[in-house]
């Protein structure tokens, strides 16, 4: 099952600078089942780009489900206009509880009067059919849908879906019924006594694989707004641990919200599951954001939004790590890293000095190199797994390149003899990578960051790249202009020519960006380098290469990535035009084209280069 939100912003839409990441568009989320049964749940205005996208699909964008949780404002703006509805051919369900008065469409037909919209609900093209619902449960294709009151000023219903043994429910304004779970009071104190209402609440999220949930307030906000129909984070939070939800999205966020506010919200949020012990995955919807979910027998996407994941140092003061390695430089290199981060550090130059140096209760985590003076790092790792309490230690193996290659490609657990590496890191590293890969193995998961594999004909390419001396030389308006073209046609505030040189990649030309050059190492172009064709990654935050990468979690925020191989006269692809974007992008085969057209004319102008030289 495929999910991705449209628009996550509550009561109006607020576009702007500071709602870059988790974007300005109020309520909307698509969810696509396996068997292609295309449901939308709210038409606020993120729907408009779901139109536009489902117009670009073909047969499979003709038809489909919208349900209405009410009709605020922030829940139908979008309705008007959304593409699909204007086509003949198109055919939608529309459904959202029924009030007392008007019905369904009369409402719909409401705001597109002409006193606010040019034109009538009569003259769009679709078949639409309205259902007016009442709680119960009912089947769309092979979705089972329930639908519930919520605890909102207007009637409004949650939706809670179940297909292919997957559960998601959408409960967006909603209001605790009971005030002190609202406030914050620790779960144990107001689930002895919960107000009916919300026990009610628990049962229809119960079990959810992901539960969208409105988390309008925070609970010191929430006093001045009892009775306005929506939920804090703290009781979202508390509902979901009661309920034994596996992730839960935090939505309809408050248009006073900042991307920043965001993450500090989602990082209070975490703390709170830590702190009642429970596991809950939490974090920020973002509009553009895309989840794969599959039966909770299978594992499920990572889905870890913007906020990077905060260590508790608290846990870990006093804590050890061992760094079995030979290398005494790169030994010397880790410890730095690892003391930076508030560790302490013991190195070790052979397997009797590792096991003796260590205190087993303190150490929090193992770096040891895969060949390890005349052993293998391996029987290292199985002698420290055997010990007590290091069952599930967390281990680094530093390792060369094409060992690293090998390993990383295979499953996080290998049904193998061999003891599960946490992380894999092949030296030279920067103490960038080399932290996040500590970080990750300390809160024993996998890095969602690749450094770029480096290609077999690395030589020749570096030759070839060199041969044209265009390294550092001062910007020229031939490749300016292509850039500045780039930026424009598609539409992107930033386009780059990007040399990828042995450890750095340097732009040749940049339009929307100061940086002259990064490493390698975070560098997309080094990815796509390797490709014959475009490289898309359509949101960074979604790829496991890419969502931890420097670039995505921090400037320039980068999360959409489009770039076409550079290649020299002798076939060798040195480098790449490419496109950057803040937020998630669709890219199609037109633009595929035009950006193969456009770096075949850089290729020419670096020809040229050749000659004149
Ligand atoms: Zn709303
Ligand atoms: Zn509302």
């Avoid at 879906?161 to 104190?189: C, K, N, W």
């Avoid at 060992?403 to 092949?426: D, I, N, R």
């Avoid at 990468?549 to 550079?566: C, D, K, T």
Wanted: charged residues 20%.
């Amino acid at each position: 099952m495929r999910v991705q939100f449209w628009g996550t912003r509550g009561s109006i839409a607020t576009p702007g600078p500071e709602t870059v990441r988790y974007g300005g568009n109020t309520s909307c989320v698509s969810i696509r089942t396996r068997r292609g049964t295309q449901l939308v749940i709210d038409a606020g205005t993120g729907l408009r780009a779901l139109g536009i996208a489902l117009m670009t699909e073909g047969e499979e964008g003709r038809r489909g489900h919208l349900l209405i949780g009410h009709t605020h404002w922030d829940h139908i703006q979008g309705f008007p206009f959304f593409a699909p509805l204007f086509e003949a051919g198109h055919e939608w369900d529309v459904y959202a509880p029924r009030g007392f008065g008007p019905s369904l469409r009369e409402t719909l037909a409401g705001q597109m009067q002409y006193t606010y919209f040019p034109v009538n609900l009569d003259e769009m093209g679709a078949t639409i059919r309205y259902h007016d619902l009442v709680e119960g449960s009912f089947m769309i294709d092979e979705v089972r849908v329930t639908a519930r009151y919520l605890n909102h000023p207007a009637l409004t219903l949650g939706y809670r879906l179940e297909v292919d043994g997957i559960t998601v429910v959408y409960a967006s304004d909603h209001e605790g019924h009971a005030h002190a779970a609202a406030l914050g009071m620790p779960l144990g104190q107001v689930l002895g006594a919960l107000h009916p209402g919300d026990n009610r609440h628990r049962e229809f999220i119960a079990k959810a694989d992901l539960l969208i949930h409105d988390a309008q307030y925070t609970a010191a906000e929430y006093p001045k707004r009892i009775g306005w129909g929506h939920s804090t984070i703290e009781y979202v939070v508390d509902m979901a641990i009661a309920a034994g939800v596996r992730q839960l999205a935090l939505y309809h966020h408050d248009p006073s919200r900042t991307d920043e506010a965001l993450d500090a919200l989602v990082v209070a949020g975490r703390q709170r599951v830590r702190d009642a012990g429970a596991s809950v995955n939490l974090f920020g919807a973002a509009e553009g954001m895309v989840l794969e979910l599959d039966a909770p027998d299978t594992a499920v996407a990572p889905a870890r939004g913007d906020a990077q994941a905060s260590i508790d140092t608290q846990d870990l003061a006093d804590k050890q790590v061992l760094i079995a390695c030979t290398d005494a430089a790169l030994a010397e290199e880790i410890r730095e890293v690892v003391r930076s981060e508030g560790l302490s550090a013991v190195i070790a130059d052979t397997p009797q000095d590792a096991l003796l140096a260590i205190h087993p209760q303190q150490l929090a985590l193992a770096v040891i190199e895969h060949q390890f003076g005349d052993t293998s790092g391996l029987s290292l790792l199985r002698a420290l797994r055997a010990l007590e309490g290091l069952a599930q230690l967390p281990v680094i193996m530093l390792a060369p390149a094409e060992a690293c290659a090998q390993e990383e490609s295979k499953p996080l657990v290998a049904a193998s003899a061999a003891p599960a590496v946490t992380e894999w890191l092949c030296p030279p590293f920067t103490p960038q990578y080399l932290r996040t890969k500590l970080r990750a193995g300390l809160l024993r998961t996998r890095a969602r960051w690749q450094a770029p594999p480096i290609p077999q004909q690395e030589m020749r390419r570096l030759a070839a790249l060199h041969a044209l001396e265009i390294l550092d030389t001062p910007a020229e308006e031939r490749f300016d202009r292509i850039t500045r073209l780039a930026a424009r046609f598609f539409g992107v505030p930033i386009a780059l020519i990007s040399l990828v040189d042995r450890d750095r990649q340097w732009f040749k030309s940049r339009s929307g960006s100061l940086v002259q050059q990064t490493s390698r190492e975070v560098s997309f172009c080094g990815h796509a380098i390797l490709q014959s064709d475009v490289m898309v990654v359509a949101d960074a935050l979604a790829d496991d290469r890419f969502a931890d990468n420097p670039l995505v979690q921090s400037e320039p925020r980068l999360r959409f990535y489009a770039g076409h191989p550079i290649v020299a006269a002798d076939g060798s692809a040195i480098g790449t035009l490419c496109l950057i974007d803040h937020k998630p992008r669709h890219f199609g085969a037109a633009q595929i084209k035009a950006l193969r057209d456009m770096a075949a004319l850089v290729e020419r102008e670096l020809q040229a280069t050749a000659v004149s030289c």
